[in-house]
């Protein structure tokens, strides 16, 4: 969903509201004022996928950018109704809907809207186009489940009688999912409490370093991703000085040179915490994936073929998908779908990329039939999806890897919807 379509399904919701029906909102009703006439079927995924991301992109501004609003707009969970507040600055406390009085004085609540509006999308949208959260019911059981394999909640976990070590780990955890955008301000907000707790703890400054630079990506060329950069960057400095030979520093490192497209330093940085030696779990995962995002394949797949803990679902995911990537980009279209085809009743679980992945693995293989059923497959399970966004921003030399976009364009991928 674009910006404009974002703005558009915002405005239409504030104004139906407003106007006094909002008891009249459906799928149906909002689909047809934003797609026209499509199928059933169709608008009713679109619709309920671009809410959940609309509620997302405003929960990040009110998070971020509009944390001083006085005007709030909200839309809770299973309604189409949103909700307005104004809030007292001063002691961040919400003073009252005012529904009532907005609906009284029409001009002003829609000068009020649209200074919302133009706050939220006048600057550049993050990459959250790249990020696809599929409605509730339709999520793989992998990407519903938050750090091993718990409840699918995105609330920050309660940490109450954990130590700070404990905390820091769980913030990991979350880190490793970085293309989506609420999950790393979980991450933030838990390494925050952990660092809270060891201030001088090193190791806990590139853990919130790390949730800086991953947000910093996904926000793209936005006053928060430059303010993001330069925090990420002081930490990473200071904790570079103090334990050079940290294998955790040298990827938070590796991770700042690959956030400013340095992908000369992010592979030497990267190197160097390999030749010391990987130190857990997740500087392993980090390292699997810079390499593979660099374009250093063989290297990632030193460690992204290594076995890990299946408890851990979120380090499973993301290991797997660096293999696949890398196998494909590789030219080893056969160990994609080998590999794939063993994981037997777990294939359900495979996320919207690595379907894709192998759908163009079967395709560049000659199995139109298979590589079309899985292409199919992906874009119903996951509408709002863009390959062509995850390589543009994610890889060095996307040009190297549009072979992937034409084996799935072949496969019938709609890159128009």
Not at 86 to 95: F, G, K, Y
Not at 219 to 236: M, P, Q, V, W
Not at 256 to 264: G, M, S, T
Request: hydrophobic share 45%; glycine share 6%; with cysteine.
């Amino acid at each position: 969903m674009h910006a404009t379509d974002h703005q558009n399904f915002l405005n239409f919701l504030i104004e139906e509201t407003i106007a006094g029906r909002a008891g009249d909102l459906s799928v149906e009703r909002i689909g047809e004022h934003l797609y026209g006439d499509l199928d059933e079927k169709v608008t009713a995924s679109r619709v309920t996928g671009s809410m959940i991301r609309l509620r997302a992109r405003l929960a990040d501004y009110y998070r971020d950018e509009g944390h001083y609003d006085p005007l709030r707009v909200d839309i809770d969970v299973d309604t189409w109704e949103p909700t307005f507040e104004i809030v007292d600055l001063e002691n961040r406390t919400v003073l009252g809907v005012c529904l009532e009085k907005l609906q009284k004085h029409w001009a002003l609540a829609m000068g009020l809207c649209v200074c919302v509006l133009v706050a939220i999308y006048g600057t550049s949208m993050s990459r959250e186009l790249l990020v696809v959260q599929p409605p509730i019911e339709q999520e793989s059981s992998l990407e519903a489940q938050s750090p091993n394999g718990a409840d699918g909640g995105l609330a920050v976990p309660n940490t109450d009688g954990m130590s700070a070590r404990e905390i820091e780990a769980l913030a990991q955890d979350y880190l490793i999912q970085m293309p989506d955008m609420k999950r790393q301000y979980v991450a933030l907000e838990l390494a925050r409490r952990a660092l809270a707790m060891e201030p001088a703890d090193v190791e806990m400054q590139t853990t919130l370093a790390l949730a800086m630079l991953n947000i910093a990506l996904l926000a793209f060329d936005t006053g928060r991703a430059k303010s993001f950069l330069l925090e990420a960057e002081g930490l990473l400095t200071v904790a570079l000085e103090a334990e050079p030979d940290s294998s955790w520093v040298l990827i938070g490192n590796a991770t700042l040179a690959y956030a400013k497209r340095d992908f000369e330093r992010t592979i030497e940085f990267a190197n160097r915490a390999y030749r010391g030696g990987l130190v857990g779990t997740q500087t392993k995962t980090y390292f699997a994936m810079l390499m593979s995002f660099s374009g250093e394949y063989e290297a990632s797949n030193l460690v992204a073929t290594q076995k890990v803990d299946p408890s851990l679902v979120n380090t499973v995911v993301v290991r797997r998908t660096a293999f696949l990537s890398n196998s494909f980009y590789l030219g080893d279209y056969q160990t994609v779908v080998d590999h794939v085809e063993a994981l037997g009743a777990d294939m359900l679980t495979l996320n919207a990329l690595q379907i894709t992945l192998v759908a163009a693995a079967y395709q560049m293989l000659g199995d139109q039939e298979t590589a079309r059923a899985l292409t199919k497959k992906s874009q119903d399970l996951f509408p709002t999806f863009r390959p062509e966004n995850l390589i543009e921003i994610f890889y060095r030399n996307p040009q190297s890897r549009y072979h992937f976009l034409e084996a799935l364009a072949e496969a019938g991928w709609d890159f128009d919807r």
